[in-house]
Each structure stands twice: as structure tokens, then as C-alpha cells.
Nanobody, 124 residues
Framework: QVQLVESGGGLVQAGGSLRLSCAAS????????MGWFRQAPGKEREFVAH????????YYADSVKGRFTISRDNAKNTVYLQMNSLKPEDTAVYYC?????????????????WGQGTQVTVSS
């Protein structure tokens, strides 16, 4: 059974940084795409970034491009989201998700497995 466990959220001032981690277990993920999504209060869950576990290809939402970096550690079966220059509008619950495919996708309904989420709050 696939399990995704996020960690690393917290409270940070605007301009600060956080690194989120997503520990994946229960499967060999070499043919998976791993994504980060976020959901702010009263808003729909939106795509943030994703990475192909096989070749490391990445893609970012325009709102985070140049500030966030997604990466993976194959040995640890862990995906990271380094978030720099944080803004109050980045405040949300951040979710890690897995999709059994080598094709990148920004659509949340194409991701089968989800973590429980971790809260990120950016104060102004």
C-alpha cells in the first residue's frame, strides 16, 4: 500500500524559506510522477510542482517558478519542495501526491495517492 507522509510545514515570515519533505513507501516509484499541490482556505486545490521519478524532469506553476524547487532523493524515497522568498499568498495546506505514469500532469484528479498535508503559514 502506497503511503505518502509530508513534513516540514510551519510558520514563517514573508521572505523566509521552508523545505517540505514527502516520504514515500509501499511501492517502487521509478515509474511515478510525484507532485506537490496546495489548498488555501476557501479555494480549490491547485498544482504547485511535479517531478518525474525516473528522469528528474520538473515543471512548476507560474506562481512559484523561480522561488520553489522540487527535487528527489532516490535512496531515501523522498521528494522535497524547497520554498524560498515566501509570500503571504503561499499560505495553504501543502499536499504530496503520486501518479503512476512517466508523463507529467498538473491535474489533481490524475494523481492516485495523497498525503495528509502539512500547513504552511506565511506572515506579512
Amino acid at each position: 500500500q502506497v503511503q505518502l507522509v509530508e513534513s516540514g510545514g510551519g510558520l514563517v515570515q514573508a521572505g523566509g524559506s521552508l523545505r517540505l519533505s514527502c516520504a514515500a513507501s509501499g511501492r517502487t516509484f521509478s515509474n511515478y510522477v510525484m507532485g506537490w499541490f496546495r489548498q488555501a482556505p476557501g479555494k480549490e486545490r491547485e498544482f504547485v510542482a511535479h517531478i518525474s521519478w525516473r528522469d528528474g524532469n520538473t515543471y512548476y506553476a507560474d506562481s512559484v517558478k523561480g522561488r520553489f524547487t522540487i527535487s528527489r532523493d532516490n535512496a531515501k524515497n523522498t521528494v522535497y519542495l524547497q520554498m524560498n522568498s515566501l509570500k503571504p499568498e503561499d499560505t495553504a495546506v501543502y499536499y504530496c501526491a503520486a501518479r503512476r505514469s512517466t508523463v507529467l500532469s498538473i491535474e489533481r484528479y490524475e494523481y492516485t495517492y495523497w498525503g495528509q498535508g502539512t500547513q504552511v503559514t506565511v506572515s506579512s
